[in-house]
């Protein structure tokens, strides 16, 4: 059984910085890509990062340049440092994680946490 537990969340003033971070936990054989997504009230799920094993990473074009995406992968976590956050960062963020078990590949998600920006 795998589980992705995210923590770091909360509620921050307009130009704070917060540090998110996501850790899985289980019998894990490999760890793949892990991805940070986040979702507004009334709105879709959307990627903010990802990073693959290899370490190459992706963002969105809204949060260039003020997140940064890490891995460790000695403790199976991921990590999304938010820096400049605006009121339109406020949303639940998730962590989603491709990863392989004894029981085969499989696609993960958290719980969860929420991201309050306040203007």
């Known amino acids: 059984q795998v589980q992705l537990v995210e923590s770091g969340g909360g509620l921050v003033q307009t130009g704070e910085s917060l540090r998110l971070s996501c850790v899985a936990s289980?019998?894990?054989?490999?760890?793949?890509?892990m991805n940070w997504y986040r979702q507004a009230p009334g709105k879709q799920r959307d990627l903010v990062a990802n990073?693959?094993?290899?370490?190459?990473?992706n963002y969105a074009d809204s949060v260039k340049g003020r997140f940064t995406i890490s891995r460790d992968n000695g403790k199976n976590t991921v990590y999304l440092q938010m820096n400049s956050l605006k009121p339109e960062d406020t949303a639940v963020y998730y962590c989603?994680?491709?990863?392989?078990?004894?029981?085969?590949?499989?696609?993960?998600w958290g719980q969860g946490t929420q991201v309050t920006v306040s203007s």
């Open positions: 989603n994680v491709a990863l392989m078990t004894s029981s085969g590949y499989g696609n993960y």
């Open positions: 990073i693959r094993s290899g370490g190459s990473t």
């Open positions: 289980g019998t894990i054989f490999s760890i793949y890509t």
